[in-house]
Nanobody, 121 residues
Framework: QVQLVESGGGLVQAGGSLRLSCAVS????????FGWYRRAPEKQRELVAA???????NYADSVKGRFTISIDNAKTTVTLQMNSLKPEDTGVYYC???????????????WGQGTQVTVSS
């Protein structure tokens, strides 16, 4: 079992920055990657960024150039640095553990509780 705990959300003005962290614990042998998802109000949950244990990444088009996902060497913390935030980035952000294969991220059913990000205009 993999346990994921997000932190770092909050309220920020448009153009500002936030840094989200995901603390990873438990048995991660079945996974080789992590992703950040967000659920905006009245929208489905979407993949924002993903990173493999080897450092390969992919990003949603809407966040490319603004968000950066990273993972520490011990694979215990996954970070999402969010810059130049926009009101449309508002939502609940979730950390996920899964698989990264041929440039595609496949989520497993390991989710954190989520952290709220609100960007005011």
């Amino acid at each position: 079992q993999v346990q994921l705990v997000e932190s770092g959300g909050g309220l920020v003005q448009a153009g500002g920055s936030l840094r989200l962290s995901c603390a990873v614990s438990g048995t991660t042998f079945s996974t080789n990657a992590f992703g950040w998802y967000r659920r905006a109000p009245e929208k489905q949950r979407e993949l924002v960024a993903a990173i493999s244990n080897g450092g390969s990444t992919n990003y949603a088009d809407s966040v490319k150039g603004r968000f950066t996902i990273s993972i520490d060497n011990a694979k215990t913390t996954v970070t999402l640095q969010m810059n130049s935030l926009k009101p449309e980035d508002t939502g609940v952000y979730y950390c996920n553990a899964g698989q990264y294969f041929s440039g595609t991220y496949y989520p497993y059913n390991y989710w954190g509780q989520g952290t709220q990000v609100t960007v005011s205009s």
